[in-house]
Structure formats: C-alpha cells, structure tokens
C-alpha cells in the first residue's frame, strides 16, 4: 500500500516543528526541494496524448519544463502571485515555464499585513447596498439598467475587488494542489495564457462582494455577480483536472432576496468563453453550486465560430443546477460523466446554444422524483445534438437507459436535430458503458484523490 503524505507532513518532517513565532516562514523556492516523489512526479505530468480538444496539436505540457528557481511551494495570497511573476496586474504576461505546488488555504481575501479583508474592505466610499436598494427599487427607478453616482461606486467597488481577488495566470503554467490545498474568496483568469495545467485544488467561494443588478434579464430581472473560480479566456490548451468545485457554508440558497430575486453572489465555476478553445476538463467534482459552466459568452456571431472546443469527461456533477455545460459555437465532447440531479431549483443539464455542436455519449444520470429526462436538456437558441449511451437511475429505481433527445423532443417544440454534425476524435482510452460510470467517477473524480 502506497503511504500518501500531505505537503504539511513533508515539511515537517524534514525541517521540524518549530515553535510559533520562532522561525520565519520557509522560503517557497527552498520548499520545492522537499517534495515527496509522487508530487515531483505528478507536478511535471503533462496532458496525456488524445486527452480530449486540449491534446490537439503540441499538446497541453503547462509549467512541467519550469526550472528550480521557477519552482515553489506557496501557503499565501502573496506567495502564490510572486510564484506566479510578481506583479498580479502583470502575470498574465509572464511566459516562462512555472510549476507552483499549494500547501493548505490560500485566500483571495488576505490583504497585505496577512489579516482578511472583507467586502466592507473593498467598497468604495460612496457605496452602500441599503442606499443602492433604495435608489433602484424599480417601484422608484423603473425596468431600466441602473446609472449614477451610486451604480459608479459599485463599479468602482467592482474594479477593487478585482485587483485583490481575481489572481492572474500566464501561459506555461502548473498549479497543483498538495493534500488538502484550497483555493478560497478568489478566481484563477487564465487569459491570453496558453498551456496552463490546473489539478489537485479545492476551490470555494469565490464570492462577488458588490453584484450588479440587471432589471431586464429576463421577466422579473436578476442578480449578476461576475467572479467565476476557474475563467479561461483567449486562451487555448487547457487542462483542468481533479478538482472540486464548491460554495461551501456560503451557498446562493442562503442569500437574501432583493427586489424579489436571489442576490446571487456567485458565477460560474469553470466557464470557457471569449475565443478560448482546446480545453480538457476531467475528473471534476461540482458540488452543490447553481452556474456550472458556461462555453461561449454571447450569441453575436463573431469570432467565437470554430473555437470554444472543450472536452468534458469522467466528472461529477453533484447536486447542481444549470449549466452542465450550456455551449455556444463550440464543439463540446461530453462523455463518461456522472450527474446526480434533483430538487425543486433544478433548471436543466446540457444547454444546446447558438451554432452549438454538442455530442453528448455514455453518461450516467441519477435523478429524484422532481426531474425527469425531458428535463435535462434546454434549447437555448441551437439546432442539435448528438446524444447517444444515456443511463438513467430515478427516484431509486433501476437504471435503464434513455434516449435523452427523445424524450426531450417529445415534450417540447420545436424539435432538436439528431446530428451535431462532428464525431469526437481525441479520447484517451475507452469510452465506458455508462453503467460503469458512477462506480469509477463517484470515488475517482475531485480533489484529493490525487497521491500527492
């Protein structure tokens, strides 16, 4: 049996305990040198070949060539942006090879004395959301977009928070987590960054301090924060994999309600937009999130046509609400995936969007009394998709399978097509049945499951 130890226990094991205040932190790039086999070993693995759209071509190799002095173990805010070049506003740029180990939590919002700054930290003077809610009342300021001086403090709010929580990555880049390694209060924006490997992390609350209220989004208006924990954009060869994904004690089903809508403080949690393309998602755990995961930014016709290709498989989607994925333009390969689906806030799995290309194979859905498979799919402006392999397990039944399009055409109008008009090339290894799926997935997929 192979003995797992935590970048913790390495640490402590080969430097000593020392005593509270006695020492100063140890030195990231020192760190890197005391790293057990399996996390050299892993940090340096690339993309394997034919695994998924990020394969196409060179391939996915991220920070795997990073020299030592490119190498660090980072605990903090500030040890993560110097492993990644120095200056936040400027990382993106930064193009030499780096592979960057986290060790425990590191918080988006850890100011710089190292204590937590809250969204009252970040606010702009002049903004306040009691003053903000009483000035855009649409009983007092109708259906139309917010303006003036209290929308540009929100802005401005907006604007700070960004500087502090969203982190910047640049190309050429691994990040992977060491046991028990949390990302929390903060978004990786990985764009204009191409080759960039992201593993082994639990990400959490990546909250928006200052959401933004938008009266015409759809009948009754919504709330819109902008913060995703993992945004790729303009970029391409991407790898995410063995992740989890999660709100954790701060959830959308706590918040408030404001002019009768969820204050929704969160977005998505792995979203593709803005001409990214050549993306791998595998072994993912969403849990318990409303946005999953958006491919494609708007339906303008544009430059976003022949990119947006991403592979999703053997991820689980776990208590989850929508987008799993919605896709515009791309060619999005979704196989051997589990989905555990139900309650009364359910809104549907695969959104079929705009000029989408979406080839859905082998996955496995269990599902509650309150969703059925006409439910999984939404017309969200597309044509169609090939769907084929499904296996439905409801309300405790047997599993069986399904014909998902089938029974989504036969509830709705106008009918989907049946051919998204592409068969996906690049898979690494068999595709399961579905039935096999939530043996292998439900214990494989996440984080923490790497030995590292």
Not at 65 to 79: F, I, K, L, N, S
């Amino acid at each position: 049996m192979r003995r797992i130890l935590t970048g913790a226990t390495v640490i402590a094991l080969l430097l000593g305990a020392a005593p509270a205040g006695a020492a100063p932190r140890p030195d990231p790039a020192a760190d890197s040198d005391r790293l057990s086999w399996s996390a050299r070993h892993l940090g340096r693995q690339v993309l394997p070949e034919r695994d998924g759209w990020a394969a196409e071509g060179a391939g996915t190799t991220g920070g795997s060539t990073a020299t030592p002095e490119r190498t660090r173990v980072v605990r903090t805010r500030a040890e993560l942006v110097a492993a990644l070049g120095g200056d936040n506003a400027g990382n993106a740029t930064d193009t030499t090879p780096k592979l960057i180990y986290v060790d425990g939590t590191v918080d988006g919002f850890e100011g710089p004395d190292g204590t937590t700054l809250s969204c009252a930290d970040l606010a702009d003077p002049q903004y306040r959301l009691d003053a903000y809610l009483a000035a855009y009342d649409r009983a007092v300021w109708g259906r139309v977009a917010p303006t003036g001086p209290l929308e540009e403090a929100r802005v401005r709010s907006v604007a700070n928070q960004t500087r502090q929580t969203q982190i910047n990555v640049g190309p050429n880049t691994t990040i992977i987590g060491l046991r028990g390694a949390r990302l929390t209060g903060l978004t990786l924006m990985i764009d204009r960054a191409s080759n960039v490997i992201v593993r082994n992390l639990t990400f959490v609350d990546a909250r928006d301090c200052f959401p933004a209220w938008s009266p015409t989004d759809g009948e009754a208006g919504n709330w819109n924060s902008q913060y995703d924990q993992i945004s790729v954009r303009r970029s391409d060869h991407v790898w995410v994999d063995h992740n989890t994904f999660t709100d954790g004690d701060n959830p959308d089903s706590a918040q408030p309600t404001h002019f009768g809508r969820p204050y929704q403080v969160h977005d998505g949690s792995l979203d593709v937009t803005h001409t990214a393309s050549l993306v791998t998602a595998s072994w993912n755990r969403f849990t318990g999130r409303d946005k999953l995961m958006l491919i494609g930014s708007s339906n303008t016709v544009g430059p976003d046509v022949g990119r947006l290709k991403v592979t999703l498989h053997h991820n689980l989607f776990d208590s989850v609400l929508q987008r799993l994925p919605r896709v515009r333009f791309g060619q999005v390969d979704v196989y051997n995936n589990h989905y555990r689906l139900g309650g009364g806030d359910f809104q549907y799995a695969l959104g079929v969007g705009v000029q989408s290309a979406l080839y859905a194979q082998n996955n496995f859905f269990t599902l509650d009394a309150t969703v059925e498979p006409a439910d999984l799919l939404y017309d969200w402006g597309g044509t169609a998709l090939t769907e084929r392999g499904t296996w439905v397990r409801q309300d405790g039944g047997p599993a069986r399978p399904v014909d998902l399009l089938a029974a989504y055409n036969a509830a709705h109008d106008p009918d989907l097509g049946a051919d998204a008009g592409w068969t996906p090339t690049l898979r690494h290894g068999p595709v399961l049945p579905a039935p096999l799926v939530p043996l292998l997935v439900g214990p494989l997929a996440g984080a923490d499951r790497l030995p590292v």
